[in-house]
């Protein structure tokens, strides 16, 4: 029988650790700023060619649901990247508080009580707003023009 070790807890050392997160961050922020331009991109085309090529009002019907399924799903998508990305803000912030002398600002709104790296200024109303939640905002205002067209699409050619 072969004995086991009694810590089966992964040892990373608190630059690892950092670095680990970092990274982890960096690709839900890099899925954040993309999400809207793929889904932008994607619906427009749909849309447009559509519109323009398609005759058929069922087929039309099939390709806007398609893209209004896409949008939802992406919009969930990028809730979820913001989300984790929330998790790994505080996860870096906690490591920092124990392992740095200073902080690295990564909110609107910075604490003043902290030693930031650069200057802590007050930031301005639009500086405080979430781009995530106009993201959000706009890909939710999408999906709702989505169905309107699907409505329309149907209503007028459809019946």
């Given at each position: 029988?072969?004995?086991?070790?009694?810590?089966?807890?992964?040892?990373?050392?608190?630059?690892?650790?950092?670095?680990?997160?970092?990274?982890?961050?960096?690709?839900?922020?890099?899925?954040?700023?993309?999400?809207?331009?793929?889904?932008?991109?994607?619906?427009?085309?749909?849309?447009?060619?559509?519109?323009?090529?398609?005759?058929?009002?069922?087929?039309?019907?099939?390709?806007?649901?398609?893209?209004?399924?896409?949008?939802?799903?992406?919009?969930?998508a990028l809730i979820k990247h913001r989300y984790f990305s929330a998790i790994e803000q505080h996860a870096l912030t906690s490591l920092e508080?124990?392992?740095?002398?200073?902080?690295?600002?990564?909110?609107?709104?910075?604490?003043?009580?902290?030693?930031?790296?650069?200057?802590?200024?007050?930031?301005?109303?639009?500086?405080?707003?979430?781009?995530?939640?106009?993201?959000?905002?706009?890909?939710?205002?999408?999906?709702?023009?989505?169905?309107?067209?699907?409505?329309?699409?149907?209503?007028?050619?459809?019946?």
């Open positions: 029988m072969v004995a086991r070790p009694r810590s089966t807890r992964l040892q990373l050392s608190p630059e690892a650790q950092y670095r680990e997160v970092y990274e982890s961050l960096r690709q839900h922020d890099r899925f954040i700023w993309h999400t809207p331009a793929i889904v932008v991109v994607i619906d427009g085309a749909l849309i447009v060619s559509t519109f323009a090529w398609i005759n058929v009002w069922w087929i039309r019907e099939v390709i806007i649901g398609c893209s209004l399924v896409l949008t939802v799903i992406l919009t969930f508080g124990t392992y740095a002398q200073r902080y690295i600002q990564r909110t609107s709104t910075p604490q003043n009580d902290r030693q930031y790296w650069g200057e802590a200024t007050t930031p301005t109303w639009i500086q405080r707003r979430s781009a995530v939640r106009a993201f959000i905002a706009g890909m939710s205002f999408i999906s709702l023009l989505l169905l309107i067209i699907l409505y329309l699409n149907w209503a007028i050619w459809g019946s």
